[in-house]
């Protein structure tokens, strides 16, 4: 029988494969909600000590990941290589927790094809080096999940807490396993597990397993109550509210959010490519080692997982004003678990299925999908990163007095120089984003500002998959907020000014816009 691998020696390959592979990207700037929510409040917490943030709005998402990052800026230094290691760190400790789950649930050999394609695939791997907080609450879920199978009721409070205090989402986990404990109790259906587990043992019968599920609402709770004892209100500030939670409670919204929900858990960035082998494996009977079948993940065991997958699937349908992918980063490599188990089972030559499965979630890193997505889901966040820099450099090299029109998180990042960016602030006028009506009205006071910085606010590929079809542009626009960009040879000319910079990558461009009185400021500097 072969020996298990030591968690730390687990944990030391995980690290140094992630930090190779994010090495290259560890000194970018901060990127889009980074930069518009996380590092603000995290440096805020290094400066002050205050759990709360003053140099931006409070969203209320609990302080266990800013501090773990101010941490690291107090000790290592203000950089955003510093932060980005930091969640390097939790990001390999996240993937030692799948490791584990699948070792417990499955075997070794599941366990290690779970945890690389957990590794790469495009999702978690743009995760893995962001400031931000979803995929801390993910791993914190993971090693809960390893302790509740274990019945190790201290722990499971614990990592489910801990998980809480990561991102308030992450309590959906364990209130469902509460409920599914709950549900396995009542007789005829626990009868029907014990005929589909061939024998496999429930939890004892003891109230201390939904206790302890329970447990993580109190800290919760704690924090809520601080919140609001600091700001006068619970779940955020009401803009925020609004926007992830009131905004969202539509029967329509809730079906088509479903959709979207569904396919990031099953089918996104190449993910169909190991769900579909699994389904493909499916029909085939299991494979025989020496007239032994192999073993299947414990049915209990899949119940749990698929009670898990289904609550924050139909949760984050519910809530959660932009459907974003990292929100699922909890589900994802459950899948894969999954699947990964269903493969070794049924195929004799599984591992080189995932060996390709691998590569199609490495070319999901630099292949955009054919329909508009988040930049922050694979590489192409990156390149929003480079566009920026490039663009602001321009900025403050050529215009360094100059007042500029833009939209966040531009604004932001030409206001804020420690996110990365630039070397000084720069004067700016917001609007909102660069649809052809907030453009139109930043034309009627063109006075006001000397140039304008635009950009494209969304991936847009050039031959759209579903953005052909009319109604679907109007549902998104009426419940997911989406607004066209203008093209920025056209945003120049409604503005009356001309192109004096511009940059595309893959679906993405950034332009700076030079008004006429500008042309004029520099025309008369050049002379004297």
């Not at 009401?238 to 939670?245: A, D, L, T």
Request: net charge positive.
């Amino acid at each position: 029988m072969r020996s298990k691998p030591h968690p730390a020696v687990v944990f030391a390959v995980i690290f140094v494969v992630i930090f190779l592979l994010h090495v290259a990207l560890l000194s970018l700037p901060y990127f889009w909600d980074e930069a518009g929510y996380y590092v603000p409040a995290a440096r805020d917490l290094l400066l002050t000590g205050s759990l709360i943030p003053h140099t931006t709005v409070s969203n209320a998402h609990p302080p266990l990941v800013l501090a773990w990052i101010a941490l690291w800026w107090k000790s290592f230094g203000y950089a955003p290589v510093v932060a980005r290691s930091a969640m390097i760190v939790v990001a390999a400790f996240s993937l030692l927790g799948v490791f584990r789950l699948a070792e417990r649930v499955a075997n070794t050999e599941v366990a290690i094809a779970a945890t690389a394609c957990t590794v790469v695939y495009p999702v978690f791997f743009s995760q893995s080096s962001l400031a931000q907080v979803d995929l801390a609450a993910a791993g914190f879920i993971f090693w809960g999940l390893r302790a509740y199978f274990d019945q190790r009721w201290v722990s499971v409070a614990i990592w489910f807490s801990l998980a809480a205090l990561a991102k308030e989402t992450a309590i959906i986990a364990p209130l469902a396993l509460a409920g599914c404990e709950v549900v396995r109790r009542i007789p005829s259906v626990k009868r029907v597990i014990q005929q589909w587990s061939a024998g496999t043992e429930l939890s004892r019968e003891t109230g201390w397993g939904v206790a302890a599920l329970l447990v993580p609402i109190v800290p919760l709770v704690l924090w809520y109550g601080y919140h609001y004892s600091r700001t006068g209100y619970v779940f955020g500030n009401p803009e925020f509210f609004r926007y992830n939670v009131a905004a969202t409670l539509n029967p329509l919204r809730f079906v088509l959010a479903l959709a979207l929900r569904l396919w990031q858990s099953f089918g996104y960035m190449h993910l169909w490519v190991l769900t579909g082998a699994m389904a493909l494996a499916m029909t085939d009977p299991p494979v025989s080692d020496e007239g032994v079948e192999r073993a299947r993940i414990a049915i209990p065991v899949q119940i749990v997982f698929y009670v898990i997958i289904a609550a924050y699937v139909v949760a984050m349908a519910v809530i959660g004003g932009a459907v974003l992918a990292r929100y699922l980063l909890p589900v994802v490599p459950l899948v894969i678990i999954l699947a990964v188990s269903t493969l070794r089972r049924r195929m004799r030559h599984w591992k080189i299925v995932i060996a390709f499965v691998v590569v199609a979630f490495m070319a999901a890193w630099f292949w955009n999908p054919p329909y508009g997505f988040s930049p922050e889901d694979n590489l192409a966040y990156r390149d929003y990163v480079v566009l920026h820099e490039d663009a602001e450099r321009f900025l403050e090299a050529r215009y360094p007095m100059a007042k500029v029109l833009t939209a966040w998180p531009a604004s932001d990042e030409l206001t804020r120089p420690w996110l990365g960016y630039t070397t000084r602030p720069l004067k700016v006028v917001r609007i909102e984003d660069f649809s052809l009506e907030q453009v139109l009205s930043a034309a009627e006071f063109r006075s006001h500002f000397d140039v304008a910085f635009v950009f494209s606010t969304k991936y847009e590929p050039r031959h759209p998959l579903l953005d052909r079809w009319d109604m679907w542009i109007q549902l998104k626009k009426r419940f997911f907020g989406y607004e066209r960009d203008l093209p920025s040879a056209a945003a120049a000319q409604v503005l009356g000014g001309r192109i004096v910079f511009a940059e595309e990558r893959h679906g993405q461009r950034v332009a700076v816009i030079e008004m006429e009185q500008a042309q004029v400021f520099n025309a008369k500097n050049s002379i004297e």
